[in-house]
Nanobody
Framework: QVQLVESGGGLVQVGGSLRLSCAAS????????MGWYRRTPGNQRELLAA???????TYFNSAKGRFTISRDNAKNTVYLQMERLKPLATGVYYC??????????????WGQGTQVTVSP
């Protein structure tokens, strides 16, 4: 069981940067794959980036080449550094945690989300 709280969202101009943070509380943080998702217009959640307990990152779709996921297990926190932001990056970003020792995307636990708005 884990509680996730996102922060760091806000309004940014095109080309700007933001760093999202996800603070986790609960058990076995270091054993969980963590990820960042963005809500789509159809109310689906699109996986942007994931990072394993061994610090191996994976990037998907528009996040490739522009976003960096990282984690600090001592602080129970995962980050998403977003660079060169475009208006398409606007949306609600969610932190997600897999159950300990499980892959991401099967039985995720979710944060409440943080809004990112990129002004044109």
């Amino acid at each position: 069981q884990v509680q996730l709280v996102e922060s760091g969202g806000g309004l940014v101009q095109v080309g700007g940067s933001l760093r999202l943070s996800c603070a986790a509380s609960g058990s076995d943080f270091s054993a969980r794959v963590m990820g960042w998702y963005r809500r789509t217009p159809g109310n689906q959640r699109e996986l942007l980036a994931a990072i394993t307990s061994g610090m191996v990152p994976t990037y998907f779709n528009s996040a490739k080449g522009r976003f960096t996921i990282s984690r600090d297990n001592a602080k129970n926190t995962v980050y998403l550094q977003m660079e060169r932001l475009k208006p398409l990056a606007t949306g609600v970003y969610y932190c997600a945690a897999a159950p300990p020792y499980d892959p991401l995307g099967v039985r995720n636990e979710w944060g409440q989300g943080t809004q990112v708005t990129v002004s044109p």
